[in-house]
């Protein structure tokens, strides 16, 4: 078995579901009494989310460029940042480092193929949505990728994540505000399926809400980082 490295905090909800669901999953595969290996390092998210709106991305990767050389050093042998905006910096963190980081985007876009699902929408935080770093990592794996047009819509879906979501408040009127918004592309876009680009939105919105296939990034990348752990990824290793 591999040592994942995580860096969550971003926000500690999410981190929570990685850290339950990643044990879970080795355990349903690797039987008996069998967990994951796992270096977790949390940030204080309100440090990190001062320097963001202060557009001060450059201090940022240089943190999460020394959390991640920590983990290497700790002895992980794959670093996963535990957030989708972070991967703004996935790059960045992956040149100052020499073990493999498990980029979000990648996993996702494997599920999207694997049903054929080619056009989707991506709904995230303010950052995902209107910057290119996960678009085109998506692109780049044959995705046609659409956002929300509105500008209003962006930001709203935004303030939801950050001021609801990120605290562990869940509202039905934020529920419906997001449907409206995915049906709106399915209309205008004709997207086949719905990136949730945000570890935090599968918290708000189901399957059952919608006639398209939902495709969480949480879950993508869980999924992977089980995988990696496991040694199961490209060939199938029976040694856990």
């Known amino acids: ?15 929570i579901h990685y850290y339950e669901r990643i044990n879970n999953q080795v355990n349903e595969i690797a039987g008996g009494l069998t967990c994951a290996r796992m ?4 940030v204080n998210f309100e440090e990190i989310r001062k320097l963001m709106l202060d557009n001060e991305w450059d201090k940022i990767g240089v943190e999460l460029a020394r959390i991640a050389k920590v983990l290497e050093e700790a002895g992980a042998d794959y670093i996963a940042i535990a957030t989708n905006t972070m991967h703004k910096l996935a790059d960045y963190v992956q040149s100052n480092i020499n073990i493999p980081l498990i ?6 876009a494997d599920k999207c193929k694997e049903r054929s699902v080619l056009k989707v929408g991506l709904l995230g935080t303010k950052y995902t949505m209107v910057e290119d770093f996960l678009k085109n990592r998506l692109k780049e794996n044959v995705l046609t990728v659409y956002t929300p047009s509105n500008e209003d819509d962006i930001n709203e879906i935004d ?3 950050f001021d609801e979501l990120c ?3 869940i509202k039905e009127s934020s529920k419906d505000y997001y449907v409206n918004v995915i049906n709106e592309m399915i209309e205008k876009n004709g997207i ?3 990136i949730f680009g945000c570890t935090e939105i599968e918290m708000l919105v189901k399957q059952s809400d919608l006639n398209i296939p939902i495709f969480d990034t949480t879950q993508a990348h869980i999924d992977s980082i089980v995988n990696y752990s496991l040694e199961i990824h490209g060939e199938h290793n029976e040694e856990y």
């Open 192 to 194: 086949e399926g719905i």
């Open 1 to 15: 078995m591999k040592t994942i490295g995580i860096i969550g905090g971003m926000s500690y909800e999410s981190s």
């Open 39 to 42: 270096i977790i390092y949390n």
């Open 103 to 108: 980029h979000i985007a990648d996993c996702v």
């Open 159 to 161: 303030r939801i994540i």
């Open 167 to 169: 605290k562990g408040n």
